[in-house]
């Protein structure tokens, strides 16, 4: 399973700014809880955002939906 995370913070932190670095993210399950405002990305994850890489067992992001429906990290 692999997906390019769009709901991640842009640089500098503002909610508003575009995206210079997406967060290309593969594991083996993704669980998309949208009640809770959250994916959790399971099995063996790899996340790689410009020269940044993670490996984790899982990992957890939050979200909540901005005016125009955009979706960003909380």
């Given at each position: 399973l692999w997906?390019?995370?769009s709901l991640a913070s842009p640089d500098?932190?503002?909610p508003s700014a575009?995206?210079?670095h997406p967060i290309e993210v593969k594991a083996d399950?993704?669980?998309v809880?949208?009640?809770l405002g959250q994916a959790v990305w399971t099995g063996h994850v790899h996340a790689v955002r410009g020269e940044t890489q993670l490996q984790c067992?899982?990992?957890v992001a939050h979200?909540?939906?901005h005016h125009g429906g955009e979706a960003g990290l909380a």
């Open positions: 997906a390019a995370v500098g932190g503002a575009p995206l210079r399950r993704l669980q809880q949208a009640k067992d899982r990992m979200y909540r939906r």
